[in-house]
């Protein structure tokens, strides 16, 4: 368990675990570190990938159905023990909405909300695009220039060569993870019924978000909040989310 998962502020008597995933090349710092913005109603983990940080000796996972029954197979008991909600960003909304989707198929569980951020729904026509990126055959100046593009990554990291090595590595495995995925909606089945929100940087590139209302017979809403791709670490926004994200959970009626 601790292996996967970090939570670093335990409350075993929370309502609602709130399961973040990391974004592309991301560990677990900054959104294990929200459990301190929450009340002590919600418990936050965020989940710790092979490849990276503690995990940084295992072998990067080979596609995204791995991942997902990684993630499954290790929370499944505590999911099914009290309410759960799910936030993801970027890379992390997909592997968030794949993890859902298998517990609702597998074992008729399901988030009672999923906090999207960053990304196309999967199934809209933007997302394939991400499917035919060469990342395979991409120099590593021009997966860290695209790193350095979507921000995230303090500057002086990038001076230490061995960490710049290892977060272009770890960049390229992620993405290859998620060009494996792939989803098909169904036309007469609507996969899940919880709500679902959907964030995004007013100055990111636009993400296809109005196909996530496809996926849900729950309510779906939509939020542009002031930054880029990685809005979601500027202090102000990470208050907002925390509030906003707090809101909808006890809107929940746990």
């Given at each position: 368990m601790e292996k996967l998962v970090v939570c670093l502020y335990k409350r075993p008597n929370a309502l609602c675990r709130?399961?973040?995933?990391?974004?592309?090349?991301?560990?677990?710092?900054q959104l294990a570190q929200w459990g301190k913005l929450f009340s002590s109603s919600i418990e936050v983990s965020s989940l710790r990938l092979p490849g990276r940080e503690s995990r940084s000796r295992e072998p990067f996972a080979k596609d995204m159905e791995t991942v997902v029954n990684e993630i499954t197979s290790v929370l499944l008991k505590e999911l099914q023990e009290k309410p759960f909600a799910f936030f993801g960003h970027s890379f992390g909304s997909y592997i968030s909405f794949a993890v859902a989707l298998h517990l609702k198929e597998k074992y008729g569980l399901e988030p009672i909300h999923l906090f999207v951020s960053g990304a196309h729904a999967p199934n809209?026509?933007?997302?394939?695009l991400?499917?035919?990126?060469?990342?395979?055959?991409?120099?590593?100046e021009d997966v860290l220039k695209y790193i350095q593009i979507l921000g995230g990554t303090p500057p002086e990291l990038l001076q230490n060569e061995d960490v710049k090595k290892h977060l272009i590595l770890t960049f390229r495995?992620?993405?290859?993870?998620?060009q494996t995925f792939s989803f098909e909606k169904s036309e007469r089945k609507i996969p899940l019924s919880c709500d679902v929100t959907c964030f995004d940087?007013?100055?990111?590139?636009?993400?296809?978000?109005?196909?996530?209302?496809?996926?849900?017979?729950?309510?779906?809403?939509?939020?542009?909040?002031?930054?880029?791709?990685?809005?979601?670490?500027?202090?102000?926004?990470?208050?907002?989310l925390t509030k906003h994200i707090t809101k909808c959970i006890e809107n929940a009626g746990l």
């Amino acid at each position: 368990m601790e292996k996967l998962v970090v939570c670093l502020y335990k409350r075993p008597n929370a309502l609602c675990r709130l399961i973040c995933f990391p974004w592309a090349a991301g560990g677990t710092s900054q959104l294990a570190q929200w459990g301190k913005l929450f009340s002590s109603s919600i418990e936050v983990s965020s989940l710790r990938l092979p490849g990276r940080e503690s995990r940084s000796r295992e072998p990067f996972a080979k596609d995204m159905e791995t991942v997902v029954n990684e993630i499954t197979s290790v929370l499944l008991k505590e999911l099914q023990e009290k309410p759960f909600a799910f936030f993801g960003h970027s890379f992390g909304s997909y592997i968030s909405f794949a993890v859902a989707l298998h517990l609702k198929e597998k074992y008729g569980l399901e988030p009672i909300h999923l906090f999207v951020s960053g990304a196309h729904a999967p199934n809209s026509e933007a997302f394939p695009l991400i499917k035919s990126i060469p990342i395979r055959d991409a120099k590593d100046e021009d997966v860290l220039k695209y790193i350095q593009i979507l921000g995230g990554t303090p500057p002086e990291l990038l001076q230490n060569e061995d960490v710049k090595k290892h977060l272009i590595l770890t960049f390229r495995e992620d993405l290859r993870v998620l060009q494996t995925f792939s989803f098909e909606k169904s036309e007469r089945k609507i996969p899940l019924s919880c709500d679902v929100t959907c964030f995004d940087g007013s100055e990111d590139k636009p993400h296809d978000l109005e196909a996530w209302n496809e996926l849900t017979s729950g309510d779906t809403s939509f939020y542009k909040i002031p930054g880029g791709h990685f809005y979601l670490l500027e202090p102000s926004n990470e208050i907002f989310l925390t509030k906003h994200i707090t809101k909808c959970i006890e809107n929940a009626g746990l």
